[in-house]
T-cell receptor, first 112, second 115 residues
């Protein structure tokens, strides 16, 4: 069973629309949650981190966390073609393992 | 502030050869990670260091992979002998603290092709 699951996509949205990316995780002990963006051929770069239930907004990005449902999402408002990339959900491990566990990523395509 | 540095950026070797990768983390970062990212997948942790000690190497194929972080700063990852399935991008990341809650910053990666 995968520890962090994401829909591989591609998720295609028109420019200016809201893109919604979803992620579920299996470890109930997880405490920190991250969204990374990865352009083709590049390394992951952090977009958002979230640690408590609810919403966290940063510019056009909103991360949502629901620990009871073991669900974390990323909303991108006013999507731009430059947002086209793979979005990786990452979750920290249990108390004995603090490295990140990544999902396989969702590829987002923003159509101009 | 300089980012995480890695070298080489690209490497092509034949199977059964050996290869080594180098990583210099952000200055002052106590924790260093090596990840393997196979095409179409998310990064997978190979080994985690805190200062110069190993925290987690449970997913490191120890029969062929080795890593060290002497003096708690830069690190090397070695593969000997390489297999075809080792073709991947090897990412080094570092974080300031040791709790696991801090942001990890990734280097540019080393793209390995094993023929």
């Amino acid at each position: 069973q995968k520890e962090v699951e994401q829909n591989s996509g591609p998720l295609s949205v028109p420019e200016g629309a809201i893109a919604s990316l979803n992620c579920t995780y299996s470890d109930r002990g997880s405490q920190s949650f991250f969204w990374y963006r990865q352009y083709s051929g590049k390394s992951p770069e952090l977009i958002m981190s979230i640690y408590s239930n609810g919403d966290k907004e940063d510019g056009r990005f909103t991360a949502q966390l629901n620990k009871a449902s073991q669900y974390v999402s990323l909303l991108i408002r006013d999507s731009q073609p430059s947002d086209s990339a793979t979005y990786l959900c990452a979750v920290n491990g249990d108390t004995g393992r603090r490295a990140l566990t990544f999902g396989s990523g969702t590829r987002l395509q923003v159509q101009p | 502030e300089a980012g995480v540095a890695q070298s080489p950026r690209y490497k092509i070797i034949e199977k059964r050869q050996s290869v080594a990768f180098w990583c210099n983390p952000i200055s002052g970062h106590a924790t260093l990670y090596w990840y393997q990212q196979i095409l179409g997948q998310g990064p997978k942790l190979l080994i985690q260091f805190q200062n110069n000690g190993v925290v987690d190497d449970s997913q490191l194929p120890k029969d062929r992979f080795s890593a060290e972080r002497l003096k708690g700063v830069d690190s090397t990852l070695k593969i000997q002998p390489a297999k075809l399935e080792d073709s991947a991008v090897y990412l080094c990341a570092s974080s300031f603290g040791t709790s696991g809650l801090e942001t990890q910053y990734f280097g540019p990666g080393t793209r390995l092709l094993v023929l």
